[in-house]
């Protein structure tokens, strides 16, 4: 198998897509020959001598639809790619169907969002199989859905080297991981917090996340707002966007990961959190299947969405949790990461389900 893969950024330190370039190294190791066609290439040091890379730019539709037609064709009709995988963006598969089914090209998407549009629904009709997350982390009604698990990097995420032990004697750390934007949810995480420091908890919160789409600093400004209401400046810290290199450092000195995320979708970062060994806190719906087998302590690691008062009385239980129990709990979680969410198995498991077309 020759593989393209089609993404929108290809960067070892971006703070949101820096992991593909794992996703990259996994693949690339199962397939004849792999090319990244994206839109923006930064750090690409360090991948395998069987990749190669071309750069689509940002600007300019008509031209961008050009190229991206251009590199395709070559990848077919010339250089010997026989599959296609893109990562995310529908769009990119329905301006590709045209070229990959005359080239008799298997085609492929991977998705995890829960919002469905016609994008999405028109994509799903021109590809073979749609890869995803978990089973509410794509929701079109399509016999195409293949259910993968993610891919979480489990030398990338790890426990604090010192085990958490070492992070137990600090100040009591939430960490919070995403865009600040309204699908996040930080004014309920904010208004959580303060209800914990009315109870006497000397607690802080960390939120590693920046500003991507329109609309969000003004947003980020909203949010500072609150900050200042709820006489939070001196214990909460916006670290804006945090490269992928460096996002481990927060998770191993955190002691509680705590999410208000609404996107319905198994969120990566949730997972990053659990292979760190780091206990979490979610109100998504998508965790209650994943982590029912922890039994009776399933429930205390979840919240009512947009619930403050439910996130407050959550984490204190788990913050003032024995810090043997919490480490146990940690290992558990980090357990369940390695068993159905390793980057490896995720990547071979992909090569193997896009070789057999269905």
Not at 48 to 68: A, C, E, I, K, Q
Not at 206 to 229: F, H, I, N, P, T
Not at 230 to 249: C, F, K, M
Request: with cysteine.
């Amino acid at each position: 198998m020759n593989l393209v893969l089609v993404t929108q950024v290809l960067d070892r330190q971006d703070a949101v897509l820096g992991f593909f370039a794992r996703w990259v190294e996994g693949l690339a190791a199962r397939v004849g020959k792999l090319r990244v066609v994206a839109l923006e290439v930064g750090d690409v040091s360090g991948l395998p001598p069987n990749v190669d890379v071309r750069v689509l730019g940002r600007r300019g539709f008509l031209g961008r639809y050009m190229r991206y037609r251009r590199i395709l064709n070559e990848a077919f009709a010339a250089d010997g790619f026989d599959t296609l995988l893109t990562h995310m963006v529908p769009r990119y598969s329905t301006l590709a169907a045209g070229l990959a089914r005359r080239h008799n090209v298997g085609h492929f998407l991977w998705y995890t969002h829960k919002g469905v549009d016609k994008r999405l629904t028109r994509a799903v009709e021109v590809v073979h199989k749609v890869f995803t997350a978990s089973d509410e982390s794509m929701r079109v009604d399509t016999p195409k859905k293949t259910v993968t698990g993610h891919g979480i990097d489990l030398q990338h995420f790890q426990p604090p080297a010192g085990g958490r032990d070492a992070v137990d004697g600090a100040p009591l750390r939430l960490l919070s991981v995403g865009r600040l934007t309204p699908a996040k949810d930080p004014l309920t995480l904010l208004r959580g917090l303060a209800l914990l420091v009315e109870r006497g908890l000397d607690v802080h919160l960390d939120w590693a996340g920046g500003s991507l789409a329109a609309g969000d600093e003004a947003y980020r400004k909203k949010v500072e707002r609150e900050v200042q209401d709820l006489n939070l400046s001196e214990r909460v810290h916006l670290h804006g966007a945090v490269a992928y290199t460096q996002i481990p450092d927060l998770y191993q000195r955190a002691h509680l990961f705590v999410s208000g995320s609404r996107t319905g979708s198994v969120d990566k970062v949730v997972l990053e959190a659990m292979a760190c060994g780091l206990p979490v806190l979610t109100c998504n719906e998508s965790f209650v299947p994943l982590l029912r087998e922890l039994g009776g302590e399933a429930e205390v690691l979840g919240f009512a969405a947009g619930d403050p008062h439910g996130l407050a009385q959550r984490s204190q239980t788990l913050l003032e949790m024995p810090a043997a129990e919490r480490a146990d709990l940690g290992v558990r979680l980090r357990a369940m990461v390695a068993r159905d969410h390793e980057v490896d198995a995720l990547m071979g498991r992909l090569v193997q389900e896009m070789g057999e077309r269905g």
